[in-house]
């Protein structure tokens, strides 16, 4: 049986990753494996009852297991470039204040460049959501270093990005602009960059957060196969 974090229905599969991703890629002819991703679950990508990705009930799974409300006032959420679906269960966390960012989406509350998001003073925020966002962003450790400004300092910071097992060093070109050539080399038309995990890992700890690597065994055994995320799935938890 398995069961999604983001919307508690239970059934005996979630549904593998579209089939039409794995023929572009194919007729691309890239030179990298969607099971080479450290988090991405192809078999059992989305939720048959929510659409919920593997990486979305990682991120419920984290908020329902790690995340509490500070004494005295409401979790002040940031969302970056919000997608709906985890926007919906953000926003349904109990006493929170939610605030969703982005630099052109008319979904967000705030049109905001996250390389420079002066409309936020320091310490704004106890719980930062940047799914997927790092990767598209010309200047990251720019970005990085406001992420780190605004979050609060008992505060928790979900940052994710595709990291490419497989790959050595970080791949990036902001100023390529050929669809085809992004795919080959970033992973998606809009992508600047393809992120190696050393160095994804470095340049986080560069814009001064602690970083933790939470893993299936901090979630519990059976959790991560209950919820069909794959083991050598990692979520990334900077702290101040
Ligand atoms: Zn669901």
């Known amino acids: 049986m398995r069961s999604c974090s983001v919307c508690s229905s239970q059934f005996a599969n979630f549904l593998p990753l579209a089939s039409h991703y ?42 329902k297991t790690f995340v509490r409300r500070p004494e005295g006032r409401p979790l002040r959420i940031l969302d970056i470039a919000p997608a709906p679906l985890l926007s919906r269960f953000l926003r349904s966390i109990p006493d929170s204040q939610y605030r969703s960012a982005d630099l052109f989406s008319p979904l967000a509350d705030d049109i905001v460049d996250i390389m420079d998001m002066n409309i936020y003073p320091d310490n704004s ?31 928790l910071a979900i940052l994710m990005v595709p990291i ?16 085809n050539v992004r795919w080959a080399r970033f992973g998606q038309d809009d ?50």
């Open 164 to 179: 490419l097992l497989t790959a050595e060093h970080t791949d990036e070109d902001p100023d390529e602009t050929d669809v």
């Open 125 to 155: 925020f106890d719980f930062i959501v940047c799914s997927h966002v790092l990767e598209h962003v010309p200047d990251d450790r720019k970005a990085i270093a406001e992420l780190y400004r605004v979050l609060d300092k008992n505060g």
């Open 22 to 63: 794995f023929e572009m890629l194919n007729e691309l002819n890239v030179s990298y494996s969607l099971d080479d991703f450290e988090t991405l679950n192809t078999g059992q990508y989305s939720c048959p009852q929510c659409a919920a990705s593997d990486r979305d009930r990682l991120y419920a799974l984290f908020v």
């Open 191 to 240: 992508h600047v960059r393809m992120y190696a995990k050393q160095d994804y890992m470095s340049r986080i700890r560069a814009g001064g957060f602690e970083l933790l690597e939470l893993d299936s065994r901090s979630f519990g055994q059976g959790t991560f196969r209950q919820q069909g995320i794959t083991e050598q799935s990692v979520l990334y938890i900077g702290t101040k």
